[in-house]
């Protein structure tokens, strides 16, 4: 599977984040010699709460509060959940959400979609796209999924994609938003992940990502 | 939604029964190897109860996720030979049972299910019998040192997958296939158990001595 980087645009200290960041950051993109429109992008992903026993009580500290379940885009039959404080990543088909609908010891607390444009640029594949707040649509971030199509080693693509990042910050740096893109890095060893990636990786870099989205969006508010 | 049966042979008399049932399925007879973990919630939390399956009889050790709902009731469901209840599965990767672990729950007991299975279909319907001995643990998860629960007795099992639309079509599947096997055991919905059948030493010494002989379905 071709290997990704997720990154996410961080506003100034003090800055709301606006719609026109996509804007811009897909003019950007649309700017880059050869590169093509390849339709829309739309992953989800659910934040889970525990549902107690006895209902008047407050959610017991030992169960987790970090379960997240994870549907991507170019995954449709299949279901990540992550538990960050666990190092956990469970994967399995799309009906393992009927089976925990049917358990009902968890329930989706609310939801965040990330959906976009989707370009193809030589070898790779560029995702932007916004992180809507669900139900109520609101904007809370803006991501940017990188796809290198001919490796699937981490290692062997660290360089090609350190030089696609520096080039897409130079390019965003010209349009003078207010912030920056900044890259999703996380120590894939200690979810028991290996160099050549899969849909876990992918999973893990969504749920670390969605932390620091959701952190900036609300020191900005 | 699946349908499904139950009933219990000797297992002296299994060999028989898969003499028969080799003619019967015209489908290769499949290895039945799976460690079944049953899990509770925890006390904090809403009482539920979820299986973990791991096929240990392939080469590398897949998981399923199983929830079994209640048995359909009403006088519809009352009529039928079959029980038919409402299921839902997921294949998983290995960490599914740290996963429910780490989300509460607690491994309530685990049994080992060895034998065989065939898949086949009839009457439009797809079949799984399996003839199995379900084996209980000494230590936790100690699958190589698994021993019967009930020496001496197998049990046999069919089910099919149906859904609300077809569920009497499957279900009538099953009930005539059932008819094939009455001479070596009786099969029924798995609350009424009805033991081992007077006619099953015999006609296993038919089936034996004649090595099948029975035209496929």
Same mark, same amino acid.
């Given at each position: 599977?071709?290997?990704?980087?997720?990154?996410?645009?961080?506003?100034?200290?003090?800055?709301?984040?606006?719609?026109?960041?996509?804007?811009?950051?897909?003019?950007?993109?649309?700017?880059?010699?050869?590169?093509?429109?390849?339709?829309?992008?739309?992953?989800?992903?659910?934040?889970?709460?525990?549902?107690?026993?006895?209902?008047?009580?407050?959610?017991?500290?030992?169960?987790?509060?970090?379960?997240?379940?994870?549907?991507?885009?170019?995954?449709?039959?299949?279901?990540?959940?992550?538990?960050?404080?666990?190092?956990?990543?469970?994967?399995?088909?799309?009906?393992?959400?009927?089976?925990?609908? $049917?358990?009902?010891?968890?329930?989706?607390?609310?939801?965040? @979609?990330?959906?976009?444009?989707?370009? $193809?640029?030589?070898?790779?594949?560029?995702?932007?796209? $916004?992180?809507?707040? @669900?139900?109520?649509?609101?904007?809370?971030?803006?991501?940017?999924?990188?796809?290198?199509?001919?490796?699937?080693?981490?290692?062997?693509?660290?360089?090609?994609?350190?030089?696609?990042?520096?080039?897409?910050?130079?390019?965003?740096?010209? $349009?003078?938003?207010?912030?920056?893109?900044?890259?999703?890095?996380?120590?894939?060893?200690?979810?028991?992940?290996?160099?050549?990636?899969?849909?876990?990786?992918?999973?893990?870099?969504?749920?670390?990502?969605?932390?620091?989205?959701?952190?900036?969006?609300?020191? @900005?508010? | 939604?699946?349908?499904?049966?139950?009933?219990?042979?000797?297992?002296?008399?299994?060999?028989?029964?898969?003499?028969?049932?080799?003619? !019967?399925?015209?489908?290769?007879?499949?290895?039945?190897?799976?460690?079944?973990?049953?899990?509770?919630?925890?006390?904090?939390?809403?009482?539920?109860?979820?299986? !973990?399956?791991?096929?240990?009889?392939?080469?590398?050790?897949?998981?399923?996720?199983?929830?079994?709902?209640?048995?359909?009731?009403?006088?519809?469901?009352?009529?039928?030979?079959?029980?038919?209840?409402?299921?839902?599965?997921?294949?998983?990767?290995?960490?599914?049972?740290?996963?429910?672990?780490?989300?509460?729950?607690?491994?309530?007991?685990?049994? !080992?299910?060895?034998?065989?299975?065939?898949?086949?279909?009839?009457?439009?319907?797809? !079949?799984?019998?399996?003839?199995?001995s379900t084996n209980r643990m000494p230590r936790l998860h100690a699958t190589d040192d698994a021993v019967p629960i009930t020496p001496g007795i197998h049990m046999v099992e069919i089910t099919a997958p149906a859904a609300s639309e077809n569920y009497t079509e499957v279900a009538s599947a099953i009930a005539s296939f059932c008819e094939y096997l009455s001479p070596l055991l009786h099969l029924s919905k798995p609350s009424n158990s009805t033991g081992i059948v007077p006619t099953a030493a015999a006609a296993a010494a038919?089936?034996?001595?004649?090595?099948?002989?029975?035209?496929?379905?």
């Amino acid at each position: 599977m071709p290997v990704k980087w997720l990154m996410h645009f961080q506003p100034n200290q003090g800055t709301t984040l606006t719609s026109q960041v996509m804007t811009e950051a897909c003019a950007v993109a649309e700017s880059f010699p050869g590169v093509s429109r390849d339709g829309r992008w739309r992953s989800s992903m659910t934040f889970y709460r525990a549902v107690p026993r006895d209902q008047s009580l407050p959610q017991p500290s030992d169960l987790p509060r970090d379960l997240i379940g994870i549907s991507l885009h170019d995954l449709p039959n299949e279901f990540l959940f992550v538990m960050r404080s666990q190092r956990l990543i469970l994967r399995a088909q799309s009906s393992v959400q009927t089976v925990i609908d $049917k358990l009902q010891s968890y329930k989706g607390r609310f939801f965040i @979609n990330f959906e976009g444009v989707q370009y $193809k640029w030589g070898d790779f594949k560029l995702r932007i796209g $916004k992180c809507l707040y @669900n139900p109520n649509e609101s904007l809370r971030g803006i991501v940017m999924e990188v796809e290198y199509l001919p490796l699937s080693s981490m290692d062997k693509s660290q360089r090609v994609m350190e030089e696609f990042y520096e080039i897409w910050r130079e390019a965003v740096a010209s $349009k003078l938003l207010a912030g920056q893109f900044i890259n999703t890095e996380v120590n894939f060893s200690e979810y028991g992940l290996g160099d050549s990636y899969t849909p876990q990786h992918t999973a893990v870099l969504y749920g670390m990502c969605v932390v620091q989205v959701i952190a900036s969006s609300n020191k @900005n508010q | 939604m699946e349908c499904v049966v139950q009933g219990i042979i000797e297992t002296q008399h299994v060999e028989a029964l898969e003499i028969l049932l080799v003619g !019967l399925c015209g489908a290769p007879k499949q290895r039945v190897r799976v460690h079944e973990l049953c899990l509770k919630s925890g006390p904090n939390l809403v009482s539920s109860e979820v299986r !973990l399956l791991c096929d240990l009889a392939q080469p590398t050790p897949s998981w399923t996720i199983r929830h079994v709902g209640g048995a359909m009731r009403g006088a519809g469901a009352d009529q039928l030979s079959v029980l038919v209840r409402p299921i839902a599965e997921s294949k998983a990767s290995s960490t599914a049972l740290r996963f429910f672990y780490a989300i509460g729950y607690k491994l309530d007991h685990e049994v !080992l299910k060895t034998g065989f299975a065939f898949q086949f279909q009839n009457r439009g319907a797809n !079949l799984t019998v399996s003839v199995t001995s379900t084996n209980r643990m000494p230590r936790l998860h100690a699958t190589d040192d698994a021993v019967p629960i009930t020496p001496g007795i197998h049990m046999v099992e069919i089910t099919a997958p149906a859904a609300s639309e077809n569920y009497t079509e499957v279900a009538s599947a099953i009930a005539s296939f059932c008819e094939y096997l009455s001479p070596l055991l009786h099969l029924s919905k798995p609350s009424n158990s009805t033991g081992i059948v007077p006619t099953a030493a015999a006609a296993a010494a038919s089936l034996m001595s004649s090595g099948g002989g029975i035209k496929t379905l």
